[in-house]
C-alpha cells in the first residue's frame, strides 16, 4: 500500500468516526459532511433499485415518516457500525416499523447491485429481536445520476478517493411528503430519540397520543446529538398553565370569603 | 365619609390572645401583626445592607485597598445585593404596608388566606437566614454578585449553594403572598368595591400578585438549577458540562426585571395615595392610572433582554428589547403626568409625606431618563457594567421603593401605632436623607459616564474626586437614615394620640380607629362612592 493510500484510508476511517459531531467537515481538497437543509424537500423522483430488482421512486417509498440511511455496502468503515445502530433502535423503538415508520437503505455506490444490499439485510435480521418487522427495512441501489440527485438534495457531500468513499455517518428523517425534518448525526441511537423524531415528522399523528406531549417536552440538542428534556419550555407550562387556572378560578368564581379567623 | 364608630374591641397592638409576649407576635395570624413582623424584619436586614454599602462606599473613598481587600469588597457587595434586593426592597412595600392596609383598604377584616400570610414570613425569615449563613460557612462567602452569573457562580469557592437556596425560599415567600393578596382582593372586597371603587395602592398590589406568580417560579427553578448543576453536574449554564451561560442570563432576567416592578409598582400605589390626600383632591385620570399600572406589570415581562444588550443577542432581539424598554416608559411617564396633575388647584398640605412624595418624583423621574439613556443600544455599548448603571438602579430601587416606602411610613403612622411622629425631626431625617442621597449617587452618573467599572474595590486616580464626594454623601445619608428611624421609634411613645383621619384621607383605612381593632371594621362597610371622593 502507498503511503498516500495508507494516509487516505486513515483520514476515511477518522471522517467516519468524527463526522457525526461536526456540522460539516472542511478538508483543503475535499467538502464532505452533511449540509443541512432541515425544512427542504428530498427530490422524490428519484429512480431506485429495490430488493425485488424493480425499479421504485422514491416517492412511492416514503409514504410515511421515514429514516433515511446513505451507505456503500462494502464499506470497510462506518457504514456497518451504522447500519447496526439501526438494527439497535428497531428493536429497542416502540414504534412500528413498516406501519409507523420506515427505514430506508440506500447505496451511494452506483456500482453495487441490490444482492450486496439482499446480503447485508439478511445479516442483520439474523442478529435482531423482531426479525419479522425487520422485513419492512428497505434496502436499494441507484445509478450515478439519480444518487447524484438524491445526495444533492438531502445535502450529503461525500467523495470518492480511489475504491473508498469518505462520507458523513449519520441518518436523515424525513417526513412522509419528503420533507428534512433532522439530522441524527454518529452510529448509535437512542430509541426514543428516533421515536420523538418520528413523531415529530408524523405531526404527533403515530404511536399514542402520549408522544405528542413527549415531542413538546423534549427538544433535540443538536451538539449533543440526542433529544434532551426541555426544562425551561415544560417549566414555563406548567406556571402559565397554574397561573392561568388561579386567574380563571379567582375571575369565574363568585364565592365570598368573609370569614372571621382566630388571632 | 362614614366613621366607624369607636368600639370597645382592644386595637390589635391590645389585645390579648391565646399567646403571650413574642409568641403573641410570631403565632399571630393577623394580618397587621404580621406586617409589623416583617417591617421589623426588613428594617433590620435593610440595617444590615445599609451598613454593607456604607462600608463598601469607604472603601471607594481611594484608590487602591483603603479598609478591605478586593475579596471582601466582592463578598461585601454580593451580600449587600441580595439583602438588598431579595430581603428589603422586594417584599418591602407589599409585605409590610400591603399587609397592613390592603385588607383595611377593600374593607375585608383579613386576608383570604391569614395562615399562608403567616407562613410567608417564616418563609421569609428562614430564606434571609440562609443567605446570612452562607456567609459565615463553607469555603467563604459568595462572592458574584446579586446576580449569580454563571458559569462563575459554579466554579467560584465561594459558599454559593445556601445563598441560592436562601433566595429560592425567599421566592417562595413571595410567591405565597402575592397568592393571598389576589385571592383577597378577587374575594373579599365589600359590599359596593367594584373594581373601579378600588384604591390605587391595592390595585398596584393587585398587578405586583400576578408578577409574583408568574415571575417569582422562574427564578424559583432557574436556582434549582444551579443546585442540581453543582452538585449533581447536569449542564444546564456551565459550558463545560454542555449548558448555556446565556441562557441563565435570560432566565435570571426574565425574573429579575419583572421584580423591578414588584417593587415600583406598590410604591406608585403608596404615592398615589399620599399625593391625593395631601392635594385634598381626587386623583388624575383614576382609570388611565390603573391601565398605567396594568400595562407597566404587562410590558414588564417582555423587557429583560436590555440587561444583556452586550452578552451576545440577534439584532432583531436587540431593536425589540431596546424598543419595548422605551414602550414601558409610556405608561410611567403617564403616572407621574396625572400625579402632578393632581397637585394641580389642589389644596396641598405640605406634611413630612407630602414631602417624601416629592422627593420621590425628583429622583424617579432621574432614575427614568437614565434608564432610557441604558436602554438605547449604542449608549448601552459604553455604559454597560459602568457605575452609570448602578446609580441609575440606585435611584429606580433605592430612590423609587426606598422614598416611597419611607413616604408610606411616615403617612400611614399614625394608623399603624396609633401616634403622631415630630414632624420637625422626620423633615430634618428626610432633608439630609435626600441631600445625602443626590450626594451619593449622583456622581456615579458621572463616573460611569467616564469609564469606571462597577465592582471593583479599586479604580483608576482619575476617579478619585467623584468617589470622594460619593463616599461623603452616604454619610449624609446614613445620618438622615438614623435620624428617621429613632424619631420613628421614639414617636411610639408620643403622648400625642392619632385621630382615625389626621390627614384628612378619604379611602377606608381612614375610618376605623388608630391603631385598627382586631377585626378591623365592626360592621363590613358598604361602598357607595368611588375612593377619592373629595367632592
Redesign the interface.
Known amino acids: 500500500m502507498s503511503k498516500i493510500k495508507v494516509i487516505l484510508t486513515s483520514i476515511v476511517c477518522l471522517i467516519g468516526i468524527n463526522s457525526y459531531s461536526q456540522t460539516s467537515l472542511f478538508n483543503q481538497q475535499m467538502q464532505v459532511g452533511f449540509e443541512e437543509k432541515q425544512g427542504q424537500y428530498v427530490d422524490l423522483n428519484v429512480k431506485l433499485v429495490n430488493e425485488a430488482g424493480d425499479t421504485v421512486l422514491l416517492k412511492d417509498v416514503i409514504n410515511k415518516p421515514t429514516i433515511l440511511n446513505l451507505v456503500y455496502y462494502q464499506c470497510a468503515g462506518t457504514c456497518s457500525p451504522l447500519m447496526w445502530g439501526i438494527s439497535k433502535f428497531i428493536d429497542g423503538v416502540d414504534l412500528k416499523l413498516g406501519k409507523d415508520y420506515n427505514v430506508i437503505t440506500i447505496s451511494f455506490d452506483p456500482t453495487e447491485g441490490i444482492k450486496l444490499g439482499i446480503n447485508k439485510k439478511a445479516s442483520y435480521i439474523s442478529t435482531m429481536k423482531k426479525k419479522e418487522e425487520a422485513k419492512n427495512w428497505q434496502f436499494f441501489v441507484s445509478d450515478s445520476v439519480d444518487i447524484a440527485k438524491l445526495t444533492q438534495s438531502v445535502g450529503f457531500d461525500y467523495q470518492k478517493v480511489n475504491d473508498q468513499f469518505v462520507h458523513p455517518t449519520g441518518l436523515i428523517a424525513l417526513a412522509a411528503d419528503g420533507k428534512i425534518i433532522r439530522y441524527l448525526r454518529g452510529i448509535e441511537f437512542l430509541p426514543f430519540d428516533i421515536k420523538i423524531t418520528m413523531v415529530e415528522a408524523a405531526k404527533g399523528k403515530i404511536g399514542p397520543s402520549i408522544n405528542r406531549l413527549l415531542a413538546i417536552c423534549y427538544g433535540y440538542d443538536s451538539k449533543g446529538n440526542q433529544f434532551v428534556f426541555n426544562v425551561t419550555r415544560v417549566s414555563a407550562i406548567v406556571i402559565l398553565f397554574i397561573v392561568l387556572t388561579i386567574f380563571l378560578f379567582l375571575a369565574l368564581s363568585r364565592i365570598k370569603i368573609h370569614k372571621k379567623v382566630s388571632k | 365619609m362614614i366613621y366607624q364608630k369607636d368600639t370597645a374591641e382592644p386595637s390589635y397592638l391590645d389585645?390579648k390572645?391565646k399567646y403571650k409576649g413574642i409568641f403573641s407576635w410570631i403565632f399571630?395570624?393577623?394580618h397587621k401583626?404580621i406586617a409589623l413582623l416583617y417591617m421589623f424584619s426588613i428594617l433590620t436586614f435593610f440595617a444590615i445592607g445599609a451598613t454593607l454599602g456604607l462600608l463598601m462606599k469607604f472603601e471607594l473613598i481611594a484608590p487602591g485597598r483603603t479598609i478591605m481587600s478586593a475579596q471582601a469588597y466582592n463578598a461585601f457587595f454580593t451580600l449587600h445585593g441580595i439583602i438588598m434586593i431579595f430581603a428589603v426592597v422586594i417584599p418591602g412595600l407589599p409585605a409590610v404596608f400591603g399587609n397592613f392596609l390592603l385588607p383595611i383598604m377593600i374593607g375585608?377584616?383579613?386576608v383570604?388566606f391569614?395562615r399562608i400570610n403567616l407562613l410567608s414570613w417564616y418563609l421569609y425569615v428562614t430564606g434571609v437566614s440562609l443567605v446570612v449563613i452562607s456567609q459565615f460557612t463553607g469555603q467563604g462567602p459568595p462572592d458574584t454578585g446579586w446576580t449569580f452569573y454563571a458559569p462563575y457562580s459554579f466554579r467560584t469557592a465561594g459558599n454559593m449553594l445556601p445563598a441560592v437556596f436562601g433566595a429560592f425560599v425567599l421566592g417562595f415567600s413571595s410567591i405565597l403572598t402575592g397568592?393571598n393578596f389576589?385571592?383577597t382582593i378577587?374575594?373579599?372586597r365589600a359590599p359596593g368595591m367594584t373594581w373601579l371603587k378600588m384604591p390605587l395602592f391595592p390595585w398596584t398590589l393587585y398587578a405586583t400578585g400576578?408578577v409574583q406568580?408568574?415571575a417569582t417560579?422562574?427564578i424559583g427553578?432557574t436556582l434549582l438549577?444551579i443546585v442540581a448543576e453543582r452538585t449533581l453536574h447536569i449542564g444546564?449554564f456551565d459550558p463545560t458540562l454542555?449548558g448555556d451561560p446565556l441562557?441563565y442570563q435570560h432566565?435570571f432576567w426574565t425574573y429579575s426585571h419583572p421584580a423591578v416592578y414588584i417593587m415600583i409598582l406598590p410604591a406608585m400605589g403608596a404615592i398615589s395615595e399620599i399625593i391625593t390626600t395631601y392635594s385634598h383632591k381626587a386623583i388624575f385620570g383614576y382609570k388611565f392610572m390603573i391601565a398605567s399600572v396594568l400595562a407597566i406589570a404587562f410590558v414588564g415581562y417582555f423587557i429583560w433582554g436590555h440587561h444583556m444588550f452586550t452578552s451576545g443577542m440577534s439584532g432583531t432581539a436587540l431593536y425589540t428589547f431596546s424598543l419595548l424598554t422605551f414602550i414601558v416608559a409610556v405608561p410611567s411617564a403617564i403616572k407621574v403626568f396625572n400625579w402632578i396633575a393632581t397637585m394641580h388647584q389642589g389644596s396641598i398640605d405640605l406634611q413630612t409625606p407630602f414631602y417624601w412624595a416629592m422627593a420621590f418624583l425628583f429622583v424617579f423621574m432621574i432614575g427614568g431618563f437614565s434608564g432610557l439613556i441604558l436602554g438605547s443600544l449604542a449608549a448601552n455599548v459604553h455604559l454597560h457594567n459602568t457605575h452609570f448603571v448602578v446609580a441609575h438602579f440606585h435611584f429606580i430601587v433605592f430612590g423609587g421603593t426606598g422614598f416611597a416606602f419611607f413616604g408610606a411610613m411616615h403617612y400611614w403612622y399614625p394608623k399603624i401605632t396609633g401616634r403622631m411622629y415630630d414632624t420637625r425631626w422626620a423633615n430634618i431625617g428626610l432633608v439630609l436623607f435626600f441631600i445625602g442621597f443626590i450626594t451619593l449617587y449622583g456622581p456615579m452618573f458621572y463616573l460611569g459616564f467616564k469609564g469606571m467599572p462597577r465592582r471593583y474595590y479599586d479604580y483608576d486616580e482619575v476617579f478619585h474626586a467623584g468617589n470622594i464626594v460619593s463616599t461623603m454623601g452616604s454619610w449624609v445619608l446614613y445620618s438622615g437614615l438614623v435620624i428617621i428611624v429613632i424619631n420613628l421609634f421614639a414617636s411610639l411613645k408620643s403622648k400625642i394620640k392619632a385621630p382615625s383621619d389626621p390627614w384628612g384621607g378619604k379611602t377606608l383605612e381612614w375610618t376605623i380607629p388608630s391603631p385598627p381593632p382586631?377585626?378591623n371594621f365592626e360592621e363590613?362597610p358598604t361602598v357607595t362612592k368611588g375612593p377619592y371622593n373629595y367632592s
Open positions: 389585645y390572645g399571630s395570624t393577623d401583626r375585608a377584616k383579613d383570604a391569614p397568592l389576589l385571592v378577587h374575594r373579599m400576578w406568580l408568574l417560579p422562574i427553578i438549577m444546564f454542555g441562557l432566565l382586631v377585626e363590613i
